[in-house]
């Protein structure tokens, strides 16, 4: 039985905790560096994710049977190529796996390449090529986006000529973003309903989760600036077998097939974003990862025990292991802290928690939280993730909006809408 580390300290990695520790196959869990609601299950390690070196040697030192990473900075730096060199079972993508996410140039050329469905589009290095293809632009919006990780902000919607100038000049010149803004992507307007979809693969098979819904903009009416996301729901009840079958065969199976080849073969958790256009599936982009707050309803659908799935990716056995979902539904509400996504403070009181948790169906994910002196506390821009499953997704949200009506932090504000337009 292993010890298991698990990297991050939001939702997704609180969610991930709670069904390992559900699991007779784990003998402790340590998360790094964990949140106020992980130190319920699990304990806390304060090393960042980005610290390699550091979770490496702490991996060692607590014989660690198991290491299961969340963050994509800490897969774009090449924490699973250090796990394996050490010699510790990794669940995740190499680095050069991970580049799938961590750069949006390489992602388009390969789905280009690869004839896997996605937005038009340009690579542009230089911020004088870029301006000159904006001047011989007719079609707008235009989508302007930095080709590295920029926590999900590097993305923007110009309506205008003038709007996309303004995003390449912060990206490019200004460079807002850091190094990431080295290469931007400039693409067509994908219209169309958003979803996530989830493959977990061993880098040889590959097997898909149910379709789930990320709701990325911050108010009700998908209104005002993007977000890591503010809830979500899965299953789809919109999505046919038929849609599941079009993604697997033109999205997900060409695309670990491409990475295989490429001799960059993806093991972990393949999660493209993408709009069902009235073309069919495209591709938004992919992530190499768990996603937040995707996984915190995935978590509580999942029925096979999360060690037996993950053992088998790591082993390259996944071909042979059953993977079961509870039937029903599950939601997701995220709590925020007042100014989210924008600047916010921390430290505030949270109350009602307890009351909150004796709701039968709902499970309460921490993710910017903190616990001192018998009380939590905020500490981040998504505090919480009320999740609850039910038989019906109008059952679900019902379970998940009680819930955090009985939850209360000063400048708390939540999605009211979450699931509305799949009812
Ligand atoms: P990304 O980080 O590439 O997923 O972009 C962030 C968000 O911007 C996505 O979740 C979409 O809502 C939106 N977006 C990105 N690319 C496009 C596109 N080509 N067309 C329409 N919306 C897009
Ligand atoms: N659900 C958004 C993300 O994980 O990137």
């Not at 520790?21 to 340590?30: E, G, H, M």
């Not at 038989?391 to 809408?417: C, S």
Request: charged fraction near 25%; hydrophobic fraction near 40%; include cysteine.
């Amino acid at each position: 039985m292993p010890n298991v580390l698990i990297i991050g300290g939001g939702g997704r990695e609180h969610a991930l905790a709670w069904k390992l520790a559900q699991s007779p196959r784990v003998k402790k869990i340590y998360v790094a560096p964990g949140n106020g609601g992980v130190r319920e299950i699990a304990e806390n390690i304060p090393i960042i994710s980005t610290d390699i070196k550091a979770l490496v040697e702490f991996a060692r030192e607590k014989k660690i049977g198991l290491a299961v990473v969340g963050p994509d900075d800490a897969l774009a730096l090449g924490i699973v190529d250090e796990f394996k060199n050490a010699g510790i079972p990794v669940f995740g993508p190499t680095k050069a796996a991970a580049e799938i996410e961590a750069s949006k140039a390489f992602a388009k050329s390969f789905m280009k390449t690869h004839a896997i469905p996605t937005a038009g589009f340009e690579v542009f290095k230089e911020y004088e090529k870029a301006k000159e293809y904006l001047e011989r632009s007719e079609k707008f919006p235009l989508v302007v986006k930095a080709s590295g990780l920029a926590l999900g902000k590097g993305v923007v919607i110009a309506k205008t000529k003038e709007e996309a100038d303004a995003a390449l000049r912060s990206i490019m010149l200004d460079k807002i973003f850091g190094e990431s803004g080295n290469e931007v992507v400039i693409e067509e307007f994908l219209q169309g309903k958003e979803i996530s979809i989830h493959a977990v693969s061993d880098g040889a098979t590959f097997q898909m989760f149910p379709a789930a819904q990320d709701h990325k903009r911050v108010f009700d009416g998908d209104k005002g600036p993007n977000t890591g996301g503010m809830g979500t729901i899965a299953p789809l009840p919109w999505m046919t077998t038929n849609d599941m079958n079009t993604i697997a065969e033109s999205i997900v199976e060409p695309t670990l097939r491409g990475l295989r080849d490429a001799g960059r073969p993806f093991g972990g958790i393949l999660y493209p974003g993408l709009m069902m256009t009235n073309d069919g599936p495209k591709v938004l982009e992919f992530n190499a990862r768990f996603g937040d707050p995707e996984t915190q309803t995935y978590m509580v659908l999942l029925k096979t025990d999360l060690v037996e799935i993950i053992e088998s990716c790591v082993a390259g056995k996944l071909k042979e292991q059953k993977i079961e979902w509870h039937s029903g539904y599950a939601a997701c509400v995220v709590l925020a802290s007042g100014g989210y996504p924008g600047k916010y403070e921390k430290g505030k009181k949270i109350t009602g928690l307890e009351e909150a948790k004796k709701i039968k169906g709902v499970e309460l994910f921490h993710a910017g939280t903190v616990y001192e002196n018998g009380e939590y506390y905020t500490a981040g821009g998504r505090v919480l993730g009320v999740t609850a499953r039910a038989e019906t997704l109008r059952g679900a949200l019902n379970l998940a909006y009680e819930a955090a009506a009985k939850i209360r932090f000063n400048g708390m504000h939540y999605r009211k809408d979450i699931g509305a337009k799949a009812l």
